[in-house]
T-cell receptor, first 112, second 115 residues
Framework: GQSLEQPSEVTAVEGAIVQINCTYQ??????LSWYQQHDGGAPTFLSYNALDGLEETGRFSSFLSRSDSYGYLLLQELQMKDSASYFCAVRDEATGGFKTIFGAGTRLFVKA | ETGVTQTPRHLVMGMTNKKSLKCEQH?????MYWYKQSAKKPLELMFV???????ENNSVPSRFSPECPNSSHLFLHLHTLQPEDSALYLCASSQGKGQGYEKLFFGSGTQLSVL
């Protein structure tokens, strides 16, 4: 089967660094993505890792270890506007790659 | 604005009604998706169309019927729904395989309530 595990909630203070972990199990792994969703809004793409290592995009970085079936999203210099839900997702190669499976999401609360 | 537009934003329907959700993408993508988002549950993939051909039907009940008349438009026809079908229905699009299809662009969704 396919499944992703991520914490349900994380709380951090403004200006801090927070790491959201994700472990996955898939029949055919093709890459790990991260999405952000504010309340009432659409999920928006943040990053994609197909290979091991760290990808940096501004204040956000994403890491992947395929041997450990593990990845994380790192948010630096937290701002209040970063309060949102964050979803990890995997592309399932077994279905030709069109099937993206999402985790249940991590709710991030940023406090002043 | 993500380039993916969904209508209506909110829909209330009875169990005997028939309604349709509409999605339009203005990004030149050739793959489109329907996802269901229920409270505190992962996004559930319902259907995938690539080049107007259905490539994924994720064991969805027949009371949900998708239609993709062209690469820019996607519909979800609803009939005889159940209260447990109440959820946020999200449409997404992407490039094709080998062209950046790992990046999904989502619409804002239709919040559906079935009474």
């Amino acid at each position: 089967g396919q499944s992703l595990e991520q914490p349900s909630e994380v709380t951090a203070v403004e200006g801090a660094i927070v790491q959201i972990n994700c472990t996955y199990q898939t029949s055919g792994f093709y890459g790990l993505s991260w999405y952000q969703q504010h309340d009432g809004g659409a999920p928006t793409f943040l990053s994609y890792n197909a290979l091991d290592g760290l990808e940096e995009t501004g204040r956000f970085s994403s890491f992947l270890s395929r041997s450990d079936s593990y990845g994380y999203l790192l948010l630096q210099e937290l701002q209040m506007k970063d309060s949102a839900s964050y979803f990890c997702a995997v592309r399932d190669e077994a279905t030709g790659g069109f099937k993206t499976i999402f985790g249940a999401g991590t709710r991030l609360f940023v406090k002043a | 604005e993500t380039g993916v537009t969904q209508t209506p934003r909110h829909l209330v329907m009875g169990m005997t009604n028939k309604k349709s959700l509409k999605c339009e993408q203005h990004l030149g993508h050739n793959a489109m998706y329907w996802y269901k988002q229920s409270a505190k549950k992962p996004l559930e993939l319902m259907f995938v169309y690539s080049l107007e051909e259905r490539v994924e039907n994720n064991s969805v009940p027949s009371r949900f019927s998708p239609e993709c008349p062209n690469s820019s438009h996607l519909f979800l026809h609803l009939h005889t729904l159940q209260p447990e079908d109440s959820a946020l229905y999200l449409c997404a699009s992407s490039q094709g395989k080998g062209q950046g299809y790992e990046k999904l662009f989502f619409g804002s969704g239709t919040q559906l309530s079935v009474l």
